[in-house]
């Protein structure tokens, strides 16, 4: 299950190896179990928006993968010396090796108090405005069982966790992790995959008997 129904292909096989036997520069990655400290260059409207450059240089410190039924899903978190952002890849249902990628932040970590709603409304500064906030209305789409694996420099972890996930009437996404009592809420958009560039870290070589 793909978290917003839509995507299209661009072209390369994702799970392909390129025979180059020299490669004059680093050459895109593949989406998924990209290595701890990887290197993604991305270059969204959200990104250079807030950034002030055209492209923005993130190290990835943290990789979810969330597996369920017809769920499979990474949640890179990137970060650089000022913030953290999350590259979201999703793979699309019913196909071999169609996926949607996306642009998050974590928008609020807490405890669960009463039941999540149907409808939760965000609010975000405006920007042309100071004093003002922007309201956001998210609507509840799905609620998704799935096994957490969380892999950092230090090993890993797995959870069992349900996804909420909604969307705005603007096309904006929110999707919250229930681990335990402990909520995380990701706000996002969709984002294409020409705004992604990844240097992968080098794994180590395995031994040969």
Known sequence: MAL?????????TLF???K???LKKPVRH???DIPIDSMIELSDITTYEETGDT???FKLVIRKKYEGDSLCRYMYHVRDAEEEVVLGVDHIAGTKEEYEVSRWIVDDECELGDPLPDHITLYFPDPDNDDEDIAVEYTRQDVVPAVLTVTNAEGEERFDVELH???SGDDEFMSIELCGDWLTFYTGVLIRRTD???YPAMEPASKSK
Do not use: N, P, T
Not at 4 to 12: A, V
């Open 165 to 167: 996930e909604y969307v």
């Open 4 to 12: 917003f129904g839509r995507g299209k292909k661009d072209g390369r």
């Open 20 to 22: 180059d036997a020299e």
């Open 30 to 32: 593949d989406l998924v």
């Open 196 to 198: 992604i560039e990844i």
């Open 16 to 18: 392909g190896r390129r």
């Open 55 to 57: 492209s923005h240089v």
